[in-house]
């Protein structure tokens, strides 16, 4: 029989969705330290990071069954950066946090942040989609083509005041549509 450390991450998690306590101790073995730095690199406080990780690996192991996890260094960094992103927001102390933003969005090099981008500009473009064509065309204008207010009135043919409630609507309602599908994400 092989040794699970030689077991692929995709291997690791059919048996532990199956309930194997090897394969979760030998996920947490490879993990942790790697999730460790992560958070650790933004909140500076040992015992608040080792929670989030228990935290994390806790959730994986009560949840086995129900996650559908196709990448498991992508999914398990992005609760990682979720649960510190969560605490920012209900804490809403900078002193405490280094680069939240910069946490949330990490290096393009990071296979978990290329997977977490692609996830959210293809629920970005679905939820585009879905908006009325006026709104839809403010919203490509000032983000697509870095278009000021007045210049996309001066396109549409609509006041500066149309053009602000619109992007200030499609605004709201992305940040609605994202929350929900990043807590789906995860």
């Not at 994390?56 to 559908?68: G, H």
């Not at 002193?95 to 692609?118: L, Q, Y």
């Not at 065309?137 to 996309?152: C, Y």
């Amino acid at each position: 029989m092989r040794l699970l450390n030689s077991y692929r991450d995709d291997e690791l998690v059919t048996l532990l969705t199956q309930g194997d306590e090897a394969a979760f101790s030998e996920i947490y073995e490879r993990y942790w330290l790697k999730l460790y730095n992560e958070s650790h690199k933004r909140l500076k406080d040992k015992e608040l990071c080792a929670d989030i990780i228990q935290d994390v690996f806790a959730d994986l192991w009560l949840n086995r069954e129900d996650r559908k996890i196709e990448n498991l260094a992508a999914y398990l960094c992005t609760a990682v950066r979720y649960r510190v992103f969560s605490l920012y927001k209900k804490e809403k102390n900078m002193g405490r946090f280094v680069e939240p933003i910069e946490f949330i969005v990490a290096s393009a090099s990071d296979p978990a942040s290329i997977f977490f981008e692609k996830e959210i500009r293809g629920c970005i473009e679905i939820w585009l989609n879905m908006q009325p064509e006026k709104r839809k065309q403010v919203f490509i204008m000032k983000f697509g083509q870095d278009l000021s207010t007045r210049e996309i009135s001066e396109i549409l043919h609509v006041s500066q005041k149309t053009v602000q409630n619109q992007f200030t609507t499609s605004l709201r309602l992305l940040r609605v549509h994202l929350g929900k599908i990043i807590s789906l994400l995860l």
